[in-house]
């Protein structure tokens, strides 16, 4: 039997490859003649460069670029044939400040900088990629993009913003967003700091306000452009993926980037459809709950699945839904962990199950 290991990220685990190779290990011990095949796949978020050096067999190249306390920190590009892939969380990603974030103020979670995220997008283009892909997911940084936006050189109150986007329109840019909430709004990117992140209300009203603010100062240096059927004026605050990364999507949209769901285009980059038909397809990730039902790693790889007939299980370290939620998605079955099971253990009890091969 041929079973495609395509899970996302674990909360225990480093990065959506390593998840992948350890459910593989605990498979191969049950089913050693099964075809096992490890293609992890990424929202945008965390391991978005990761998944895609493993799937396209190239090697990222190393860069410093400045983190959200401003202090440099580690990233990679990875180039492959004209297009640049970069992630925004190497940059900016909450783990480089949690010991900031763990007492954070409206004043502390403002001062955190995206600026590095434009380092990554200038290192890019210095190695002249002709797309640039960023892949963005929670971040640190809830400036609203204004210090990636500030480092491409729009100035202190972004009055040069044109000049910014004008220089980048020979480029092709694509936003590669983990979340489709906007930049502002009761499902905006201060409001989810209350639901994801328990910060108080009192604190994501005033961030939301700023925002506000920001929006209001970017459309007077850049107006924003009319639909040309209703007339009404587009909104690049209230695009999909605007809020994703505090508003770095928003910035990125600002430049003329395209949104795009991550999970849905790093599926078709790597060509993960045509491995899938005739196979068991393995979606799993840290939650199988009411968000990742539908949106997210799991939801587009149980779609893509289901596009070719191929029978899908969910494995995931936290289990919320039941058999009914995921039988639009052809979900057969959702597993979790028991108490002392790691990711191999779990790979290694279902395949018992699923393979005839043992």
């Not at 009055?159 to 694509?174: E, F, I, K, N, Q």
């Not at 779609?303 to 995931?316: D, E, T």
Request: proline residues 5%; negative net charge; aromatic residues 4%.
């Amino acid at each position: 039997m041929r079973v495609v290991l395509a899970t996302g990220e674990y909360a225990d685990t480093p990065g959506p490859l390593a998840a992948a190779v350890r459910l593989a290990e605990g498979w191969r011990r049950t089913a050693p003649a099964d075809q096992v095949l490890v293609a992890p796949v990424s929202d945008g978020g965390s391991g978005f460069v990761e998944v895609l050096a493993h799937a396209l067999d190239a090697q990222p190249t190393p860069v410093v670029v400045t983190g959200p306390l401003g202090d440099e920190v580690p990233a990679q590009v990875l180039l492959h044939d004209g297009s640049a892939y970069i992630e925004a969380g190497q940059a900016a990603g909450r783990h480089l400040a949690a010991d900031v974030l763990a007492g954070a103020d409206q004043v502390t979670l403002q001062g955190l900088t995206s600026r590095g995220v434009s380092e990554l997008v200038a290192a890019a283009l210095d190695a002249g990629a002709g797309r640039i892909v960023l892949g963005c997911g929670d971040l640190a940084s809830h400036d609203g993009g204004v210090g990636f936006l500030q480092a491409l050189g729009a100035g202190e109150d972004l009055s040069d913003l044109p000049a910014v986007r004008d220089r980048l329109r020979g480029t092709t840019l694509l936003l590669a967003h983990a979340s489709n909430m906007p930049l502002t709004g009761f499902h905006g990117a201060s409001a989810a700091l209350g639901v994801e992140h328990g910060v108080p209300a009192e604190m994501t009203q005033q961030l939301e306000e700023a925002m506000g603010l920001l929006t209001e100062q970017v459309n007077r240096v850049l107006p924003p452009r009319k639909d040309l059927l209703t007339g009404h004026r587009i909104r690049p605050e209230r695009a999909d993926g605007a809020g994703v990364g505090g508003g770095v999507g928003y910035a990125a949209i600002l430049l003329g980037a395209r949104p795009i769901n991550g999970a849905t285009f790093v599926i078709e980059e790597i060509g993960l459809a045509d491995v899938l038909p005739g196979a068991l397809v393995v979606a799993g990730g840290a939650a199988y709950d009411w968000n990742t039902v539908h949106d997210g790693v799991i939801a587009e790889v149980a779609r893509a699945a289901l596009a070719v007939g191929s029978p899908s299980i969910v494995l995931a370290e936290r289990i919320e839904v039941g058999r009914r939620e995921g039988m639009a998605l052809g979900v057969s079955a959702a597993y979790e962990p028991r108490a002392g099971e790691g990711l191999d253990d779990l790979a290694e009890r279902i395949a018992r199950t699923w393979s005839p091969q043992r």
